[in-house]
């Protein structure tokens, strides 16, 4: 059935919430980076169905992990300090261990910007979904599972975790649905929308 527990949707919510749990503060200086991105690496070895795990704040740091070719996991990392703008890559290859980092100083994305960002801001400790619409890095279409991550000192949330979903992992899982033969799946939204 599509809310069955390996559906992409229950994977992303549960994904989330232990984010949400486990990640205590905005994973940007050192030590907490390093611990999101061991976490993230493990959502994604474990979890096929998410494309890119995402971590921002509100003043546009931003962490991202996404599968590489062969098993590997990359990290673009966007860190805004007092020294200016720096957008860079850790490039990793299948055991996890770094073999590049290379500076990115013409991308220009600003994740603040995006829906998913706001909508979790805006939408209390639960899921938000966004839209369909292109992911900046990848270039192809999916969706937005994100939720804001719980500030240490009871002050209104400023930071963000996100999983993306790509819809060729969506087509996948309705594919691999065993419908009888007048039967239909769909995706509907809160909102009812197909």
């Given at each position: 059935?599509?809310?069955?527990?390996?559906?992409?949707?229950?994977?992303?919510?549960?994904?989330?919430?232990?984010?949400?749990?486990?990640?205590?503060?905005?994973?940007?200086?050192?030590?907490?980076?390093?611990?999101?991105?061991?976490?993230?690496?493990?959502?994604?070895?474990?979890?096929?169905?998410?494309?890119?795990?995402?971590?921002?704040?509100?003043?546009g740091?931003?962490l991202?992990?996404?599968?590489?070719?062969?098993?590997?996991?990359?990290?673009?990392?966007?860190?805004?300090?007092?020294?200016?703008?720096?957008?860079?890559?850790?490039?990793?290859?299948?055991?996890?261990?770094?073999?590049?980092?290379e500076?990115?100083?013409?991308?220009?994305?600003?994740?603040?910007?995006?829906?998913?960002?706001?909508?979790?801001?805006?939408?209390?400790?639960?899921?938000?979904?966004?839209?369909?619409?292109?992911f900046?890095?990848?270039?192809?279409?999916?969706?937005?599972?994100?939720?804001?991550?719980?500030?240490?000192?009871?002050?209104?949330?400023?930071?963000?975790?996100?999983?993306?979903i790509?819809?060729?992992?969506?087509?996948?899982?309705?594919?691999?649905?065993?419908?009888?033969?007048?039967?239909?799946?769909?995706?509907?939204?809160?909102?009812?929308?197909?």
């Amino acid at each position: 059935e599509a809310g069955d527990e390996d559906a992409p949707d229950a994977e992303a919510v549960r994904v989330l919430k232990l984010m949400q749990h486990v990640i205590d503060r905005p994973p940007f200086d050192a030590p907490g980076r390093e611990r999101a991105e061991r976490l993230a690496m493990e959502v994604l070895r474990n979890v096929p169905q998410l494309a890119m795990v995402l971590f921002v704040d509100d003043h546009g740091n931003f962490l991202m992990l996404r599968r590489s070719k062969g098993g590997a996991i990359d990290s673009k990392v966007i860190e805004n300090g007092t020294s200016g703008r720096r957008v860079f890559w850790v490039r990793r290859d299948s055991a996890g261990a770094t073999t590049a980092i290379e500076d990115d100083p013409q991308d220009s994305y600003d994740p603040r910007t995006r829906p998913w960002f706001e909508g979790a801001l805006g939408h209390g400790p639960e899921a938000y979904w966004s839209g369909v619409y292109i992911f900046f890095t990848d270039q192809k279409p999916g969706i937005t599972a994100s939720a804001p991550l719980p500030p240490a000192d009871g002050a209104p949330p400023d930071s963000v975790v996100g999983v993306d979903i790509r819809l060729d992992a969506l087509s996948e899982f309705l594919a691999g649905l065993k419908i009888g033969r007048s039967g239909r799946a769909m995706i509907i939204d809160d909102q009812g929308r197909l």
